[in-house]
């Protein structure tokens, strides 16, 4: 198990270890009958982590490295600990979950292969039972598509990529009391990305990906322009973040361009204007961002174009507009999966690294204050190290191979 990591800034970041309980899974193979706190099962990725009604975690398919995933996850905070949960009947990568009103989860989307394809499929999870259960497919087949939940119910999924990638410019509503879709007008623009959307209080949900910004309007089902073609910072966005503010406001930050990725922008639903903030210290793409408890945002990982996976983690605050440094992940992760807890503490989930590869552990961001590490809790440490909430540890001295066992003892040192 990974050793706490945590911060000056009143925070703490625990390197936890994932694991489920033994069974088949539907990707072939078996799991390891041993369980271990806070470790996942398989290695996941390109996959939204979605919050159960409980305050449990579902994790539904992904890509593990080598194979586009069916079998699925769920977490227990409580315990910290991850299960196997039944698995999807297809499976996808670059899906789109979303939370329905009744606490089941709809999946629709994505794709099997790493080669062009895409589903038109769609699936519904019930907590309760741990069971899918297949809906009526989508019009068309999607990759990576836009998925709101509307207040009505209904979800709005719109845009996305088709068989051969070619982006497309359509939307589609599924209507959960019926499991059937219906067609919906057209966005003015193609759409597409997991997390690009967000539902205004004004009855206007936002789609943010390209380089038009849109707003979709529930009562009338019409789109609109949503500012200015590229908004504050002029520039098309692709694996960005967008983030709904405690103030109704909306963040955006990030994205594959070099102008987007060294920018963030802010969006005034009343004014319909948008206002170019402070950037923030690192250029990122494909990362997690989540509000805390704080009404702050927290930025984590991601990918930066020359450095590759990243481990900082930066927090904005609303109030100023002004960004912070928070402490760094203990491991670097593009493409993570991140959301808030009942208990307001941030889940850090999965990703993957040039150097670990796929990741299988997770961080956990826990905003009840810096809890520093000791040297007993650092089993076989020695010298200077950090003790995670901004100050060092004077450990026992480091000593040679060859050291005597007594002679240590005696001494107080400690063997490497």
Do not use: I
Not at 122 to 132: I, K, T
Not at 294 to 300: P, R, T
């Amino acid at each position: 198990m990974r050793r706490v990591q945590t911060s000056f800034l009143g925070v703490a970041f625990f390197a936890l270890v994932f694991s489920c309980n033994s069974g088949p899974r539907a990707d072939g193979g078996t799991l390891d009958t041993g369980v271990e706190p806070l470790r996942l099962a398989t290695p996941r990725k390109l996959l939204p982590f979605v919050p159960l009604e409980d305050g449990r975690v579902l994790a539904a398919g992904g890509h593990d490295g080598q194979r586009t995933l069916s079998s699925c996850e769920v977490f227990e905070p409580e315990t910290g600990m991850w299960s196997l949960t039944g698995s999807m009947h297809k499976a996808r990568r670059n899906h789109a979950v979303v939370r329905l009103l009744d606490g089941r989860v709809l999946v629709t989307g994505g794709t099997q292969v790493v080669a062009p394809g895409a589903l038109a499929d769609a699936e519904v999870y019930a907590p309760a039972s741990g069971l899918w259960t297949q809906v009526a497919p989508m019009f068309e087949a999607r990759n990576d598509p836009s998925a709101l939940l509307l207040p009505d119910g209904r979800v709005l999924v719109a845009g996305g990529t088709d068989a051969d990638r070619r982006p497309l410019r359509s939307a589609e509503l599924f209507d959960p009391m019926t499991g059937t879709w219906a067609p919906a007008t057209p966005p003015g623009f193609v759409r597409g990305g997991a997390g690009t959307a967000v539902m205004l209080a004004q009855g206007k949900a936002l789609f943010v990906s390209g380089l038009q910004a849109e707003l979709y309007d529930v009562a009338t089902g019409r789109w609109e322009k949503a500012g200015f073609a590229g908004g504050a910072a002029g520039t098309h966005r692709q694996g960005h973040s967008v983030t709904l503010l405690p103030d109704g406001r909306v963040l955006v930050v990030g994205g594959g361009t070099a102008r987007a990725s060294s920018t963030a922008e802010v969006y005034d639903a009343v004014t319909g204007l948008w206002t170019l903030v402070a950037a923030p210290s690192v250029a990122r793409e494909h990362h997690a961002a989540v509000v805390t408890p704080e009404g702050q945002v927290l930025v984590l990982g991601g990918e930066h174009p020359m450095a590759g996976a990243l481990a900082s983690v930066e927090r904005f605050d609303p109030m100023t507009g002004q960004w912070a440094s928070a402490p760094a992940l203990t491991e670097p992760r593009g493409l993570p999966g991140a959301l808030t807890l009942r208990d307001g503490s941030v889940l850090l989930v999965g990703g993957a690294n040039e150097v670990a590869g796929m990741l299988d552990t997770s961080e956990q961001y826990l905003p009840t204050g810096c809890v520093p590490v000791t040297c007993e809790t650092r089993e076989a440490t020695c010298g200077a190290v950090p003790d995670g909430c901004g100050g060092m540890l004077e450990c026992a001295p480091c000593v040679v191979e060859g050291c005597d066992a007594q002679q240590c003892s005696a001494e107080g040192l400690t063997r490497r």
